[in-house]
């Protein structure tokens, strides 16, 4: 799918109906810390919030108002993870790809079609998909999953920073900040630690 646009819009989902097509998205490839996010959801036709965009886009209190409003309004939404130790033996993207089964898969009813942000189809898919190369920022039902996973995921990083503080996850999500890199070396390497990724690597070496 090509024509790419500015802003999220339903044209995408609408040209497949009347089947009920997902939007898949996933967050936290580059943390060096945390699991993998996935969402998937299938917006309603007559029900899609105002205001969907990008994740990154948006305002922490845009994401979490949005986020009510998917859940609330949605026919199905589901939100998967993949593991550390799944990212480190499998690689990030395999990783990336096993939680946007999950989430596919966990949806209820079920979709028909998916919307796969990005250029690779996961392996394994059970029901016809398209990519959509920038999809968070042209199709509303991407955009509503990359809100999701982000909400979700951030959730997670500040839940770990309360027995793992000093890393600053509840302010970097696990990214490579200055001070997350700086207290890698002050306070060691956790188990929540992407020990594949070359600056957690490194320290072991």
């Known amino acids: 799918m090509t024509n790419p646009r500015t802003t999220p819009d ?31 959801v299938i917006l309603d036709p007559a029900r899609i919030p105002q205001g969907l965009n990008d994740s990154k886009k948006l305002t922490e209190r845009a994401r979490d108002r949005l986020a009510i409003e998917i859940r609330d309004s949605a026919l199905a939404y589901a939100v998967a993870h993949a593991s550390v130790e799944e990212i480190d033996s499998l690689n990030i993207l395999r ?7 999950r989430a596919l898969e966990a949806l209820q009813p079920a979709a028909q079609h998916a919307l796969i942000d990005g250029n690779r189809l996961p392996e394994g898919l059970v029901i016809p998909a398209d990519t ?5 920022a042209r199709s509303v039902s991407i955009a509503a999953a990359s809100i999701l996973a982000k909400v979700e995921r ?7 920073s309360l027995t793992n503080p000093g890393y600053g996850w509840e302010k970097n999500a696990g990214y ?23 600056p957690v690597r490194k320290m072991l070496c």
Do not use: C
């Open 10 to 40: 339903f044209a995408f989902e609408a040209a497949l109906s009347p089947l009920r097509v997902a939007g898949v998205d996933e967050v936290g490839r580059g943390p060096l810390a945390g699991p993998v996010t996935a969402a998937a």
């Open 154 to 160: 951030d959730a997670i990083m500040r839940e770990l």
């Open 176 to 198: 490579p900040s200055p001070a997350h890199l700086l207290a890698l070396t002050a306070l060691g390497i956790t188990p929540h630690h992407r020990r594949s990724f070359a």
């Open 132 to 136: 959509v190369v920038k999809g968070d």
């Open 95 to 101: 990783a990336s790809h096993l939680a946007m089964r």
